[in-house]
C-alpha cells in the first residue's frame, strides 16, 4: 500500500497545483475583426475581390523560433471574411530578408509540418481553449487540416471539404482558402472564437504567430490564441447529412490454382444531430487503402504498438483512445475486427456545449465459424466535462461481448473496463498532469484488478521536469486495450535543461537530460531500472544531435528468448545488467537530401553484446518526387544456444504527388528477423472534394525471387454525397 499512498500523494498535489495559475486569456488584446461579404470570392490566390482591400489585417507576427521576445522578421498578413456557406483567408507570407526557393516536401496531403514552408490557421468555435479544429497550406499548396484536443495537440486523420488556391514568386507566396461552414462545427449564437495563426519559413529558419507563444509550446497552442470576433454569429448550419457509399474489387492470389475474386459495396452516412454533435454510421466497412505498418526488429519482452490507420476509428479519436498513457489504454481500435470484419458500427461524437464532450461508439462484428471465431460487439461510451480554464474531467466505459459459443473459441464472455481520469492543463500552459483510475470486469476475477496512475509535469523556456507513477494490479484486463505489462508500480522521472547561446551563435539550443524509470513488484522489490544520462544539441537550421548513456537492469519475470527467432529462452527470476551508449543525429530539412541515423553500443542479456544501427534517407525531386530509405541492424553477441546473429531490417518508399489530386506511393520492405518480404503499392486519384478513387496492391512472401504467393489487388472507388 505504501506505492498507492505515492502515487495518490503525487495526483493530490496535481489537484492542488490546479487551483493556481487560473486566470484570464493571455493573449485576449489580439482580436481580429470578421465582417460579412456579398462579393463572390474567385479562388485563384490573386486577392483581386474588393473585400481584401478593405479587410481587418492579423499582422506584425512575433517570432516564436529561434527566439520568442521579438517580433518576426519575415513580414506576414492574414485577412478574414465570410458570406452565408463558407469563412474565406487570405494569407500572404512575405520574404522580407530572406529570399530563394520554397521548401516542400511534395503535394503530399497531410505533410510534416517540420519540413515544409507552411501556413497554420487553428480556429476554437467554443471558444474552450481545448478543442477544435486546423487547417493549413504548403508553398506549394498541399493542404494539411487536422482536429485540435487537449489544447495543443492535432489529429491529422480527420478529413474534410474544404478549398484552396496558391500563388507564389521570390517576393511572397499567397494562400486563398474556403472552409465551409458545413466543413466544422461550432456553437450558434457565439461572436468570439479563438483563433491562432502560424507560419513555417525554413528560407529563414523561423518560426512565427499572429499572437506570441512561448518557444517551448506548438505554435498554435489554444492558450496563447487570439480572439476572432464576428459582426454577427456564423449563420447557423441547419440540416447536413451526407452519404459516402463505396465500391470495391479484389482479386487475391491463387489457392490451388484458383484465384479468389469478390465484390464489397458498403458505405457511411454522417449527420450533425447539432452544429457541434456528429453521429457517424458506417455499413460493411472497407479499409483496404489503409497504409501499411513499418516493420521493425522486435527485441523486446512485451507486446508492440501499432497506430490505427483506418479512418472510421480516426475521427474524433481523443474521445476514445487517448484516455490514460501510451503503455495504459483501456480502449485500443485495432483489436476490433483483428480476426474477424466488421458488419456495422455508429459513432457519436462531438461537443454538447462549451463544457461538455461525448463519444459514443458501437461495432458488431461477424462469425467466422470456419476460424472458430465468434461474433463480438464492443462499446465504448466517453464523457468529458471542461473543468477550470482550460482542464477536465473524464470518464470511459468499455464493454466486449461475444455473442456466439464456438468450440474453438477462447474468449470470455464479456470484458468491461472503467475509468475515471483528471487532466489538468493551467491557464499559462506551464502545467499540466493526470489523475487516473481504471478498473476491469471478467468473469471470475473479483480482485487487483485496478490501476492506479497519475504524472505532473512543468515546463517553461529553460526547464522541464516530469513525474509519473503507476499501480497497475496483477488481475487486471483489458482485452480491448493496450496495456502489455501488469503486475508492477512503477516511477518515471524525467528532467531536462537548456542552454540559449548569444544570437550569432549557430546553436539554438543545448542542455543535459536525465531520466529514470523504476519497476517494483508488490513485495516492494525492484524488478526493473532503467536510468539514461544524456546531451542535446538543437540547431538553428534544425539539425538535431544527441548523445546519451544508459544503464540497464532488468529481473525476468517470465521466459524469454532474447533474440525472439524460438531457439531458446532464458529462465524467469534471472538478473541482467549492462550499460549502452547512443549517437543520435537529424539534418536540416532544408536540403534536398536529408538523412538521420542513430548508433548505439553496449552489453545485453546474458552479458551479451548488441550493436545496432538506424538510419533513414530521403531525397525529393520537389514537389512531385519524395524518395525515403530506411537501413537497420542488430548485430548481438550471446552464449550457445544463440551465438552470433545479426538482423537486417530493409525498407525503400517513393511518394509520387503528379497534382494536389494524384497521389502514388509504394513501400517495399525486407524484415530479417521474421524472413519476410512486402510490397504495397498505393494509386488515389481524389476526383472530387473526399471522394477518391483507389487501386492499392499488396504482397508478402518468404522468398525474394520466387514467384509470389500471397497478393491481393484491390479497386475501390467511393464518393461524398451532401444530401
Known sequence: ????????????????????????????????????????????????????????????????????????????????????????????FYNTTVKGDYVVESYKRDFSFGKNDNFIMAIDPFNNMSTGFAFGLNAYGAQWDATMYDGRSVD??????????????????????????????????????????????????????????????????????????????????????SFIPYLSSD????????????????????????????????????????????????????????????????ENADLFANFGYDNIRPFFSRRIGL???????????????????????????????????????????????????????????VNKETLSDLDNSSNAAYNRNLGLEFNYFSADNLWNGKMMYLKSFSPGVKKDDAIFASNLIYSNNNFRGSLQGEYIGKNYNAEVGYVPRTEYFKFNTQFRYLFFPNQD????????????????????????????????????????????????????????????????????????????????????????FTYAFKSSYGGYFQKGKRWQFFSEMGYRFQPYVELNSLVSYNHITLEEPWGNNGFWLLGVKSNITFTRNIFFSNLYQYNEQQKLWNFNSRFQWRYKPASDIYLVFNSSDTQMMEPNQNWNLTLKINYWINL
Not at 528560407?203 to 480572439?227: C, D, H, L, N
Not at 472458430?372 to 468529458?384: P, R, T, Y
Open 156 to 241: 491529422l486523420n480527420w478529413d474534410t471539404k474544404w478549398y484552396s488556391e496558391v500563388t507564389f514568386d521570390q517576393d511572397k507566396w499567397i494562400a486563398e482558402i474556403a472552409i465551409p461552414f458545413k466543413s466544422i462545427r461550432y456553437k450558434d449564437n457565439l461572436n468570439q472564437w479563438g483563433i491562432s495563426f502560424s507560419r513555417l519559413d525554413l528560407k529563414a529558419s523561423e518560426k512565427s504567430g499572429w499572437t506570441p507563444v512561448p518557444r517551448q509550446f506548438p505554435s498554435i497552442t489554444m492558450a496563447y490564441s487570439g480572439v476572432l470576433e464576428w459582426d454577427t454569429p456564423p449563420p447557423s448550419q441547419g440540416a447536413n447529412i
Open 1 to 92: 500500500m505504501f506505492f498507492k499512498y505515492i502515487i495518490l500523494s503525487l495526483g493530490l498535489f496535481l489537484a492542488l497545483t490546479s487551483q493556481k495559475l487560473s486566470g484570464q486569456k493571455i493573449n485576449q488584446e489580439y482580436v481580429l475583426k470578421i465582417r460579412s461579404t456579398d462579393e463572390k470570392i474567385n479562388l485563384d490566390g490573386q486577392l483581386n475581390e474588393g473585400v481584401w482591400e478593405t479587410a481587418h489585417v492579423a499582422g506584425d507576427f512575433s517570432m516564436i523560433l529561434p527566439q520568442d521576445d521579438r517580433k518576426a522578421t519575415q513580414k506576414s498578413e492574414v485577412r478574414m471574411t465570410y458570406d452565408d456557406k463558407n469563412l474565406y483567408l487570405a494569407v500572404i
Open 339 to 397: 480476426n474477424n470484419s466488421i458488419d456495422a458500427g455508429i459513432r457519436l461524437s462531438g461537443n454538447i456545449d462549451e463544457k461538455w464532450r461525448v463519444g459514443l461508439l458501437n461495432i458488431q462484428t461477424r462469425e467466422e465459424a470456419k476460424k472458430g471465431f465468434a461474433a463480438e460487439n464492443f462499446g465504448v461510451f466517453s464523457l468529458q466535462r471542461k473543468v477550470l480554464d482550460r482542464s477536465s474531467i473524464g470518464m470511459i466505459f
Open 505 to 592: 551563435s549557430k546553436v539554438l539550443s543545448h542542455g543535459p537530460y536525465i531520466g529514470s524509470s523504476q519497476y517494483f513488484n508488490f513485495d516492494g522489490k525492484g524488478i526493473d531500472s532503467e536510468t539514461e544520462l544524456g546531451y542535446e544539441l538543437n540547431f538553428k537550421n534544425r539539425s538535431e544531435m544527441i548523445l546519451s548513456f544508459e544503464n540497464q537492469f532488468i529481473i525476468l519475470q517470465n521466459p524469454f528468448d532474447p533474440i525472439r527467432t524460438g531457439i531458446q529462452s532464458l529462465e524467469a527470476l534471472t538478473e541482467h545488467r549492462w550499460n549502452k551508449m547512443s549517437l543520435e543525429y537529424n539534418s536540416k530539412p532544408q536540403s534536398l
Open 251 to 314: 482479386i487475391d492470389s491463387p489457392q490451388k490454382g484458383i484465384s479468389h475474386h469478390q465484390v464489397n459495396a458498403g458505405g457511411d452516412v454522417k449527420l450533425n444531430l447539432t452544429s457541434s454533435l456528429n453521429l457517424d454510421i458506417t455499413l460493411n466497412p472497407d479499409f483496404s487503402q489503409a497504409e501499411v505498418d513499418q516493420q521493425v526488429t522486435n527485441l523486446d519482452r512485451f507486446e508492440l504498438f501499432f497506430p490505427e490507420r483506418r479512418q472510421f476509428f480516426l
